[in-house]
Protein backbone atom coordinates (compact mmCIF):
# COMPACT_ATOMS: atom_id res chain seq x y z
CA UNK A 1 0.00 0.00 0.00
CA UNK A 2 2.36 3.36 -1.34
CA UNK A 3 1.06 4.10 -4.33
CA UNK A 4 -1.31 6.91 -4.02
CA UNK A 5 -4.83 6.03 -4.78
CA UNK A 6 -7.38 8.29 -7.26
CA UNK A 7 -9.05 10.40 -4.32
CA UNK A 8 -5.59 11.12 -3.03
CA UNK A 9 -4.43 12.28 -6.25
CA UNK A 10 -7.34 14.65 -6.71
CA UNK A 11 -7.18 15.88 -3.09
CA UNK A 12 -3.51 16.93 -3.71
CA UNK A 13 -3.83 18.49 -7.16
CA UNK A 14 -6.83 20.50 -5.82
CA UNK A 15 -4.74 21.31 -2.71
CA UNK A 16 -2.12 22.32 -4.84
CA UNK A 17 -4.50 24.36 -7.90
CA UNK A 18 -2.80 22.24 -10.55
CA UNK A 19 0.46 24.17 -10.13
CA UNK A 20 3.80 22.86 -9.60
CA UNK A 21 4.96 23.49 -5.83
CA UNK A 22 8.48 23.71 -6.46
CA UNK A 23 8.46 26.42 -9.87
CA UNK A 24 4.61 27.89 -9.84
CA UNK A 25 4.24 26.65 -13.44
CA UNK A 26 0.32 25.01 -14.45
CA UNK A 27 0.95 21.24 -15.17
CA UNK A 28 -0.17 19.24 -18.10
CA UNK A 29 -2.19 16.50 -17.99
CA UNK A 30 0.19 14.33 -19.52
CA UNK A 31 3.50 16.00 -17.77
CA UNK A 32 3.15 15.92 -14.42
CA UNK A 33 3.44 13.58 -10.71
CA UNK A 34 3.12 13.36 -7.05
CA UNK A 35 6.47 13.74 -5.06
CA UNK A 36 6.45 11.43 -2.28
CA UNK A 37 8.50 13.34 -0.28
CA UNK A 38 9.04 10.35 2.64
CA UNK A 39 10.15 7.55 -0.02
CA UNK A 40 8.35 4.35 -0.44
CA UNK A 41 11.60 2.40 -0.07
CA UNK A 42 12.60 -0.96 -2.36
CA UNK A 43 8.83 -2.74 -2.58
CA UNK A 44 6.48 -0.01 -1.51
CA UNK A 45 5.70 0.87 2.36
CA UNK A 46 2.48 -0.42 4.60
CA UNK A 47 2.67 2.95 6.60
CA UNK A 48 -0.35 4.49 5.40
CA UNK A 49 1.51 7.67 5.60
CA UNK A 50 3.10 6.66 2.88
CA UNK A 51 0.24 6.81 0.20
CA UNK A 52 -1.31 10.30 2.23
CA UNK A 53 -1.79 13.70 0.73
CA UNK A 54 0.81 14.68 3.72
CA UNK A 55 3.48 12.62 1.86
CA UNK A 56 2.55 13.80 -1.49
CA UNK A 57 3.05 17.43 -3.40
CA UNK A 58 2.49 18.55 -7.22
CA UNK A 59 5.28 18.66 -9.61
CA UNK A 60 5.92 19.31 -13.02
CA UNK A 61 7.76 16.19 -14.96
CA UNK A 62 7.92 12.51 -13.81
CA UNK A 63 11.19 10.95 -11.41
CA UNK A 64 13.70 12.34 -14.22
CA UNK A 65 12.62 14.95 -16.01
CA UNK A 66 11.24 18.99 -14.95
CA UNK A 67 11.05 19.78 -11.27
CA UNK A 68 10.27 16.58 -9.95
CA UNK A 69 13.70 14.92 -12.17
CA UNK A 70 15.48 18.18 -9.81
CA UNK A 71 14.54 16.72 -7.24
CA UNK A 72 15.33 13.31 -7.32
CA UNK A 73 18.60 14.76 -8.48
CA UNK A 74 19.19 17.33 -5.91
CA UNK A 75 17.75 15.38 -2.26
CA UNK A 76 19.71 18.14 -0.09
CA UNK A 77 18.21 20.82 -1.83
CA UNK A 78 14.68 19.17 -1.88
CA UNK A 79 15.19 18.38 2.02
CA UNK A 80 15.94 21.82 2.67
CA UNK A 81 12.57 23.29 0.90
CA UNK A 82 10.56 20.04 2.61
CA UNK A 83 10.06 17.84 -1.02
CA UNK A 84 12.34 15.45 0.73
CA UNK A 85 11.58 14.02 4.27
CA UNK A 86 14.35 11.40 5.77
CA UNK A 87 13.17 7.57 6.58
CA UNK A 88 11.69 7.46 10.04
CA UNK A 89 10.51 11.22 10.05
CA UNK A 90 6.68 11.88 9.62
CA UNK A 91 6.47 14.24 7.09
CA UNK A 92 3.07 15.95 8.54
CA UNK A 93 5.56 16.98 11.02
CA UNK A 94 8.04 18.74 8.06
CA UNK A 95 6.79 21.88 6.20
CA UNK A 96 7.06 22.11 2.20
CA UNK A 97 8.58 25.64 1.29
CA UNK A 98 6.35 26.72 -1.89
CA UNK A 99 7.01 28.52 -5.05
CA UNK A 100 4.67 30.86 -3.50
CA UNK A 101 7.92 31.71 -0.86
CA UNK A 102 5.56 30.59 1.83
CA UNK A 103 6.25 27.42 4.48
CA UNK A 104 2.86 25.23 4.80
CA UNK A 105 2.23 21.86 6.73
CA UNK A 106 0.32 19.13 4.61
CA UNK A 107 -2.07 17.65 5.95
CA UNK A 108 -3.52 13.92 5.73
CA UNK A 109 -6.96 15.18 5.01
CA UNK A 110 -5.65 16.96 1.57
CA UNK A 111 -5.74 20.46 3.01
CA UNK A 112 -2.81 22.42 4.32
CA UNK A 113 -1.87 25.25 7.17
CA UNK A 114 0.46 27.92 6.95
CA UNK A 115 3.42 27.97 9.21
CA UNK A 116 4.90 31.47 9.85
CA UNK A 117 8.49 29.91 10.46
CA UNK A 118 9.63 26.37 9.80
CA UNK A 119 10.11 24.87 12.76
CA UNK A 120 13.36 23.85 12.58
Excluded at 17 to 44: F, I, K, N, P, T
Excluded at 90 to 106: A, I, K, Y
Aim: glycine share 12%.
Amino acid sequence: MSAFTPKTRRLVIERDGGVCQWCGELVRSDDYSLQHRRARGMGGSKDPVSSSPSNAVLMCGSGTTGCHGFVEANPVVAEGRGFRVRQGVDPRHVPLWSWRGEWWFLLPDGSRVQCEEPPF
